[in-house]
């Protein structure tokens, strides 16, 4: 098991669209566990395989406060839709932003767990905006590709900035 890097906005591989799991094997366990490590150690409640530089349809989650409640989704889907919530939504690849994001209140969920058995979940609140928010980073979307233009522009601006100052600091 080991922590990976989490990749940070703007990079451009956050935009990648995954690919569907197939093998259902010891190397998909292997990309669990480093998510799992690499979230609980963030820390965050979230992650897609894409933010470690995976591009597979691979998603875990934990809401609980006890942060003992892994939710695992291969290949997830969105079967059913209903209303609309607003909630604040923040990434871990992208620290230190946060905005209000309009989603779909009420989803039912079509995933596979890690030996590959599907299932379904009906999911509100914390859950339903998780999965949207997930299944998004699975289509190469972020969060901030909600905002206004005018916002995506600071926000993209600050985090080069910042990425230049780190440069000279290691430098
Ligand atoms: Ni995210």
């Given at each position: 098991m080991a922590i990976r890097e989490i990749l940070i906005y703007?990079?451009?591989?956050?935009?990648i669209k995954s690919e569907s799991v197939t093998n259902f094997d010891k190397e998909l366990e292997v990309l669990v566990k480093d998510m799992a490590e690499t979230m609980y150690d963030a820390p965050g409640i979230g992650l897609a395989a894409i933010q470690i530089?995976?591009?597979?349809r691979v998603v875990i989650m934990d809401l609980s406060e006890t942060k003992d409640a892994l939710q695992v989704f291969i290949n997830p889907e969105i079967t059913e839709l209903e209303g609309v919530t607003e909630t604040e939504e923040g990434c871990l690849s992208v620290p230190g932003v946060v905005a209000m994001v309009e989603r779909v209140a009420k989803v039912r969920i079509k995933a596979q767990d890690i030996k590959g058995q599907r299932f379904e979940v009906e999911a509100d609140e914390m859950l339903s905006v998780c999965i949207q928010h997930e299944i998004d980073h699975l289509n190469g979307?972020?969060?901030?590709?909600?905002?206004s233009r005018l916002k995506q522009d600071r926000v993209r601006k600050n985090f080069i900035k910042e990425a230049r100052l780190s440069e000279t600091e290691a430098a």
């Open positions: 703007p990079d451009y591989r956050l935009k530089d995976v591009p597979k979307k972020l969060f901030v590709d909600y905002l």
